[in-house]
């Protein structure tokens, strides 16, 4: 099991290291793989490779939240007759974080289906944070590590009722993310955190793999700025698909372009579809 945190000093803000994280976690089994499959690996698998930030997209089917990819169901293994629960994907994180208490899981939360509603978050908020808040770190403010080590980072990007969430801790508040599906526009937006801080996210997931790298991802990573009060997100993933090829092709051509760039320090949270040890080494060297 590698470890990311364990070697850092308790002092470094999260936002300052460079964490390996996967874009749709779950999709490893599910249906509609052509067009959804963005993961080869479960969870766990992920979590021994070295993943730390997950990508988890849900639905609400009576007191049970869902894995999905929008329209596709995740499964938990390649039978695909049991649906992925966020129950057993919790379990994953639990087992890990109890091995390994100097780690830490960033947990990006967003409803995929359904009605969007403020509703969702306040029962996932019932269902899994309510008397295991010990478990979670649930504040608006970017952590350094001694306040975040053995624990989940909540990264959530749901919206909810002001007169609801008042009083309650909801972790880092996402949920102002500008959707940035377009074909076309290579901008990319902030998103404003608690107080004087913010984070500012790159998921260009229409753009061709060339273009998105070098109009958007690599200009970013360039002047994107990482330190106590600003986080950079960086997808390394693109939802376009080459006629009759399914996305492994175009994560395949992205992965390439991102192992050909130096990373430098403190550039951000990377989310990718099938990582591979060649891209771990460039986190954890």
């Not at 939802?239 to 175009?250: D, G, P």
Request: aromatic share 14%; charged share 30%.
């Amino acid at each position: 099991m590698k470890s990311l945190f364990s070697v850092l000093s308790d002092y470094v803000y999260l936002s300052e290291v460079n964490v390996p994280g996967t874009h749709d976690s779950c999709t490893a089994y599910c249906t509609m793989e052509n067009m959804c499959r963005c993961q080869s690996l479960t969870v766990k698998e992920q979590l021994a490779l070295g993943i730390r930030l997950f990508d988890i997209r849900l639905y609400r089917s009576g007191k049970d939240f869902y894995l999905c990819h929008s329209l596709a169901d995740c499964f938990a293994d390649s039978a695909k007759k049991q649906k992925l629960t966020f129950d057993d994907v919790i379990s994953d994180f639990r087992e890990f974080l109890k091995a390994n208490p100097s780690e830490t899981l960033i947990v990006s939360v967003k409803q995929d289906r359904g009605i969007m509603n403020r509703w969702f978050f306040p029962s996932f908020y019932e269902r899994h944070i309510v008397g295991n808040e010990n478990e979670w770190y649930l504040e608006n403010e970017i952590p350094t590590l001694a306040q975040c080590r053995g624990k989940m980072v909540l990264m959530r990007r749901c919206k909810i009722f002001p007169w609801w969430g008042k009083g309650k801790k909801c972790g880092l508040d996402f949920s102002h993310w500008k959707d940035q599906g377009s074909k076309r526009k290579e901008k990319i937006y902030p998103v404003r955190l608690g107080g004087n801080q913010r984070a500012v996210v790159q998921d260009r997931y229409g753009l061709a793999p060339k273009r998105k790298w070098e109009k958007c991802e690599k200009p970013f990573l360039q002047k994107c700025v990482c330190d106590k009060n600003n986080i950079a997100v960086h997808f390394i993933s693109t939802a376009f698909r080459y006629k009759n090829e399914s996305l492994v092709k175009t994560a395949e051509e992205m992965n390439s372009l991102f192992k050909s760039y130096d990373l430098a320090e403190k550039k951000g949270w990377f989310l990718f579809d099938f990582p591979d040890e060649e891209i771990m080494k460039k986190f954890y060297k």
